[in-house]
């Protein structure tokens, strides 16, 4: 076992379950495309959420049973997915009318890096032979209430993901509330990145070490005592 | 579980407070939210800026709301029709302000509202006395002035029919300023004719996703208010 | 009979027939409130003219028999309409987005004032006791492709609408192509007003003496000549 | 008798020259007009401007279009997707042109072109590298950049069904971009899986109004562009 890759902590469907429990019943939320779209399977069946979809969907359904495939029913990530009853379809400006004016709760994303001011790049590396390509993030980062994040901690080599600065061009400035990792659950704090939650049998110090920011504690006092 | 539907016209407004700004749906009677609008009138609020196409007419609706001096000030296209005095007799003693915009300027300063546009450039009105103090900018070889978005604390809007989401479908030419206002106010108020259960109505033909309402009353024979101009009614 | 009145000349519903007569086949009309309304009845039966209200209506149809009348089934006017095979409702912002971006062919409107640079003034006498009320107008004139006005040629006390310069206050500024009075058909050429055709009976000289500006004569050479 | 119906999808692009900003509808293969970009591509123009979310995949439909060398520039938000190489091959060598548009901003360009706004102010993209060289303005604290409308000379959309007028409904999210690109071109051309008679199609159904549809072509069993890029088709 390579020592200089970080732990295997969380696993993705764990991930999505915690980010799942952090919103609220009667939520309208947008599932970018990648880890977070395990969120929808793992919302607690006492509470209605709504996901939305960019390209022209609200009230979006789990995949259909195979076989059973519209390609003219699609998600962001072009998935075949269902309707669910009470479910509307829109054109593309209404639909980002919806994000861009405020109206969904909820955006979790995908990143590349988060920065300990918030900032998010999740659409490019900015290498000179890349082809750009940034979808609706830009516009869900700017417009939805709140932006959080479902990443691995670190980028499969072991470099970091949160940083204190991003050196990818920026999605969006300040605009991440929460990060979701396989190692901890991470908020940003007025004072920068702040662990709210770590993966089971990892301490404080461990998770710091793949982190490459200032990483405080905010854990619940019973727990950082019992760790 | 979602569901939106509130008991009554009353308890739906009862959280305007002095000073509200309220989007009201319709253009004439048609799509004028007339119980909600009653039950606005006996909630008492005062100083309320209203955004609406007309001004209402005879001494019901959206004219019982300004006769009693509620209304701070109208910001609307057309405050002048037939059987309308109750506006006309409070501008003209200086009791009620008004800020007249051209109907399409103000169905897009309402969708901007809604949509996240802070300002637009837009034609309409170059050269004329609307346009007077507004910064203006040239595009292609065309003057347009710079139009800022309109919001509202809340609208009250008449939608045909809703299910428990809010999502709504409108009935005919009373469909108008509903679905705008509803994405351009912080808690939209719909009053609607029947209640559908949730896959009812077919999801190609939702007019307003229920995203854009907070709030459905169920008012099943809503008054019309030409008929009660026509009768003298007053109200309360 | 008052001298001082202007010569009664072409009826309304003339008027609206010759100013129909002047609408292409296929054509996207908006009809302003008033005597723009009765363009509709006179579109000659080998053409197909679909008409527009601005409140949210594709393919308005003739009014309904007296008992059939839908309060919410209604035009600009606020007079019950019906809606033709074909039709189409939509809301405000997007009626406007027809009228604003020049998808309409003609517009319809009555006027007040009209001047020889086609300046139109048709929303307010601009008198400090006036409710000002402007509806679409503004909008109609800056977005549609060609705007036409149907008006009686002077005011019922005789004063003429066709002037050098509007006095009360403009609905838009160079806009107007084409006007039909009671007493003629009048074109905004770059030189101001010129006269296509008068009303039967009526001389060139008479119809300048109730026009307020310069009226030149643009009628064919053999009508000229007729004279 | 207004009839917006063309015969064929070779008749209903006769008139697109070299030159021409031709706006294309689809997300990804759903509502994306296949038939009309394939003849396109046999129509031969060059020169092309393209406005499209994506930037097509395999070797058919906006791909095939692109890997000749007709397209000198895209815009677009998504140029990056599955099976998509013929648009990356041509932007590392330099032979086509992108302008990158967050996708929001992309349709309310579009929205923008078509409803007469010539500019606008949004939030979108603010303290990106894709607000650099743009204006900004700060309204009620925020920082926003103003975007201009795009209008094009030609739409290609696909639509579920159509009248002689050409009103469209669409097939749930394959509407996506169609509706505003038929606002945004002088000439739309849209493909239909099927035509209906005046009067069949809801008139509270109707998501886009004929109004902003020039040229209706029948196209009842449209390929699917997924299938011909698995079974490795390549147009022509």
């Known amino acids: 076992m390579n020592q200089d890759l970080p732990p295997v902590g969380w696993s993705r469907d764990d991930m999505a379950r915690l980010a799942a429990i952090d919103i609220a019943d009667g939520s309208y939320v947008n599932l970018g495309i990648g880890i977070p779209e395990l969120v929808a399977a793992h919302v607690p069946p006492s509470r209605e959420v709504v996901f939305h979809t960019e390209n022209g969907l609200i009230g979006v359904g789990p995949p259909p049973p195979a076989g059973f495939e519209d390609p003219e029913l699609i998600n962001a990530g072009k998935k075949p997915v269902t309707a669910l009853p009470g479910a509307a379809y829109f054109h593309h400006a209404d639909s980002f009318a919806m994000i861009r004016g405020g109206h969904l709760d909820v955006s979790v994303l995908g990143a590349m890096q988060v920065s300990e001011k918030g900032d998010l790049a999740n659409w490019s590396t900015g290498e000179p032979d890349a082809i750009p390509a940034v979808g609706g993030a830009m516009d869900l980062v700017a417009g939805v209430k709140t932006v959080v994040v479902l990443t691995e901690h670190t980028t499969k080599s072991g470099e970091p993901k949160l940083l204190r600065r991003c050196t990818f061009p920026l999605t969006g400035r300040g605009v991440v509330r929460r990060v979701y990792t396989n190692l901890a659950v991470v908020e940003l704090s007025p004072d920068g990145f702040a662990a709210l939650a770590l993966a089971p049998g990892l301490s404080l110090e461990e998770v710091r070490r793949w982190t490459g920011a200032p990483l405080s504690d905010a854990r619940p006092e019973h727990v950082r005592n019992g760790e | ?236």
């Open chain 2, 1 to 236: 579980m979602i569901d939106k539907r509130v008991e009554s016209c009353a308890a739906a407004v009862a959280d305007i407070s002095h000073g509200a700004t309220v989007m009201i749906g319709g253009f004439g009677e048609a799509g004028s939210p007339l119980e909600l609008i009653h039950a606005l009138v006996d909630r008492g609020a005062r100083d309320l800026t209203i955004v609406s196409n007309n001004t209402g007419s005879g001494r019901v609706g959206l004219a019982a709301l300004i006769a009693p001096g509620r209304v701070a000030k109208m910001i609307c296209s057309y405050p002048r029709s037939a059987n309308s005095t109750v506006f006309p007799e409070l501008y003209r003693s200086g009791r009620i302000a008004l800020e007249l915009v051209p109907q399409g300027t103000l169905a897009e300063r309402i969708r901007a509202g809604g949509a996240g546009i802070p300002a637009f450039y837009t034609p309409s009105a170059v050269g004329t006395i609307l346009a007077d103090g507004k910064e203006s900018r040239v595009f292609d070889g065309r003057e347009h002035i710079l139009e800022h978005a309109i919001r509202a604390d809340f609208a009250l809007v008449r939608a045909d029919r809703a299910d428990r989401y809010g999502n709504l479908t409108y009935s005919k030419t009373a469909r108008n300023f509903g679905p705008i206002m509803c994405t351009a106010a912080d808690c939209s108020i719909v009053q609607v004719r029947s209640i559908s259960e949730p896959g009812e109505m077919d999801a190609e033909c939702v007019i307003t996703p229920g995203i854009f309402v907070q709030r459905v009353v169920h008012v099943a024979n809503p008054q019309q208010e030409s008929r009660l101009v026509r009768e003298g009614v007053a109200y309360p």
